[in-house]
């Protein structure tokens, strides 16, 4: 927890798929304070055509190199979500290439209730986690 949700044009090697999730991941572990294994990541190929995003009349240019982010977790601060959109930017950059005018995050909050990581058990209420 939190849960990524990548949602990318087709082609992207392996590899360059290995260095996106890792650099989201490190963004994720520095902004929020999660532990290591905490890690949940889903990537979602589209076909080019199949992913339109607008800059909103911002005037951003995007390519075939976007990422549409969406991270779903637990109510955060708003620092630390300004952490986590500036983080993602630059180690995205850095440590997998996108521009990051190729970067769209939506976060979405729920609550404890909302979360099961397994045996039919919500992992927050029962107090295992």
Not at 23 to 31: G, R, Y
Not at 99 to 123: I, K, T, Y
Request: with cysteine; net charge negative.
């Amino acid at each position: 927890m939190p849960l990524l949700r990548f949602d990318l044009v087709a082609g992207r090697t392996p590899a360059e798929l290995t260095a996106l999730l890792d650099a989201a991941h490190a963004a994720v572990l520095e902004a929020f304070e999660v532990p290591p294994g905490d890690r949940y990541q889903v990537v979602h190929q589209h076909p080019r055509g199949e992913l339109v995003v607008h800059d909103t009349g911002l005037g951003i240019e995007r390519t075939d190199g976007v990422v549409v982010l969406q991270v779903t977790s637990r109510p955060r601060p708003r620092e630390q979500k300004e952490a986590l959109h500036r983080l993602l930017a630059h180690h995205l950059r850095e440590r997998a290439g996108v521009d990051p005018g190729d970067l769209v995050v939506c976060l979405v909050e729920n609550s404890d209730a909302d979360w099961s990581f397994g045996h039919g058990r919500a992992q927050f209420l029962t107090g295992e986690l």
